[in-house]
């Protein structure tokens, strides 16, 4: 990400509603979760690929919390995201496809089968995904709102 200029804030990108971010928020936070696994990669595995591709995912995530907030009780009823719109619908897409395959996986549903409130975690960052790629795809000016795929 190229330095700001002292004082400059950047510019949004697009808004989302607190229900998109909470769902965000909950996903990216999994996904940190694993951040030993760069280690593992580079150190462990000599996974030099891996590390990178992990690298850069964790950079993205990071620049996302930046925007949604760190605390996972926020206030805010619109949440301006300012990534740029190329690296934020890359992250996006991947946090919705992890969302999505931790539904679609049959380990991963029978694992979860005891824990609706997951499933319900994971439906939302599917649907909050979907919306927010329709909204850049579609220009993505002014607010969006949450709908069903």
């Not at 510019?11 to 696994?37: C, F, M, N, P, W």
């Not at 850069?56 to 907030?69: T, Y």
Request: hydrophobic share 40%; glycine share 6%.
């Amino acid at each position: 990400m190229p330095c700001r200029k002292e004082g400059t804030l950047p510019s949004e990108t697009i808004r989302i509603t607190k229900d998109q971010r909470d769902a965000l928020y909950e996903q990216v936070r999994t996904h940190l979760a694993a951040l030993g696994d760069i280690w593992i990669a580079l150190e462990g595995q000599r996974d030099y690929a891996t590390a990178e591709r992990l690298a850069i995912e964790f950079g993205e995530d990071f620049r996302l919390m930046a925007d949604l907030g760190w605390n996972p009780e926020d206030s805010r009823e619109r949440v301006a995201l300012t990534m740029p719109r190329h690296d934020l619908m890359e992250v996006v897409r991947r946090l919705r496809d992890e969302a999505r395959g931790a539904l679609s996986s049959p380990e991963e549903r029978r694992s979860r089968e005891k824990c609706e409130r997951e499933v319900a975690e994971f439906e939302a960052t599917a649907v909050a995904c979907d919306s927010i790629l329709a909204a850049l795809a579609a220009d993505g000016e002014g607010e969006i709102h949450a709908h069903r795929a």
